[in-house]
Antibody
Framework: QVQLVESGGGLVKPGGSLRLACAAS????????MSWIRQAPGKGLEWVAY???????????YYADSVKGRFTISRDNAKNSLYLQMNSLRVEDTAVYYC?????????WGQGALVTVSS | DIVMTQSPDSLAVSLGEGATINCKSS????????????LAWYQQKPGQPPKLLIY???TRVSGVPDRFSGSGSGTDFTLTISSLQAEDVAVYYC?????????FGQGTKLEIK
């Protein structure tokens, strides 16, 4: 079955960096756009970034304005893996980060990785 | 940005009764070239990630019970649960994918009365 498993979450100080990874299985990873979506504690959902299926030369990525210039989404189709490099983290980036398949409607979602930004 | 506004924020319904959740977008999410509404609905149970229920405003995902249905067009959409079951207790979100940034409604919490 389709499975997405996030890793790399944790506690980081403001201004710090963290890299999330998502291991995908059960489907042809290279055929699908992939997304990161976050949910602050007790709050709603915010699209963070998505990345196209294309090879390195023409890959398309989208970023929310709130993370543009600080976060980088990438993928390794050979490893069936999705990544989110998060730099210059802010307290307001504290959230559960979901790896998800697709970029319009999303299904399925991983269980999420908690990122806490606090001093 | 397209703002998605759901109503009500919370809803309590008796088991077996129907439930209706509304979603309004700040601009149309209907693509007139293909007559498709770029609107999805998700269910999020406590401690779980969201689960896709409906896309293209009214297409039910395989395996989703047929008591769930989506309707509407343009800027006004509805998720209807025809006969509430205990397992339907959750927060429900609408989401537009007509234009970036793709945006979600604030969520509607559905409880048992």
């Amino acid at each position: 079955q389709v499975q997405l498993v996030e890793s790399g979450g944790g506690l980081v100080k403001p201004g710090g960096s963290l890299r999330l990874a998502c291991a995908a299985s059960g489907f042809t990873f290279s055929d699908w756009y992939m997304s990161w979506i976050r949910q602050a504690p007790g709050k709603g959902l915010e699209w963070v970034a998505y990345i196209s299926t294309s090879t390195t030369s023409d890959r398309t990525a989208y970023y929310a304005d709130s993370v543009k210039g600080r976060f980088t989404i990438s993928r390794d189709n050979a490893k069936n893996s999705l990544y989110l490099q998060m730099n210059s983290l802010r307290v307001e980036d504290t959230a559960v980060y979901y790896c998800a398949r697709g970029h319009m409607w999303i299904q399925p979602w991983g269980q999420g990785a908690l990122v806490t930004v606090s001093s | 940005d397209i703002v998605m506004t759901q109503s009500p924020d919370s809803l309590a319904v008796s088991l077996g009764e129907g439930a209706t959740i509304n979603c309004k977008s700040s601009q149309s999410v209907l693509d007139s070239s293909n007559n498709k509404n770029f609107l999805a609905w998700y269910q999020q149970k406590p401690g779980q990630p969201p689960k896709l229920l409906i896309y293209w405003a009214s297409t039910r995902v395989s395996g989703v019970p047929d008591r769930f249905s989506g309707s509407g067009s343009g800027t006004d959409f509805t998720l209807t649960i025809s006969s509430l079951q205990a397992e339907d207790v959750a927060v429900y979100y609408c989401q537009q994918y007509y234009g970036t940034p793709y945006t979600f409604g604030q969520g509607t919490k559905l409880e048992i009365k």
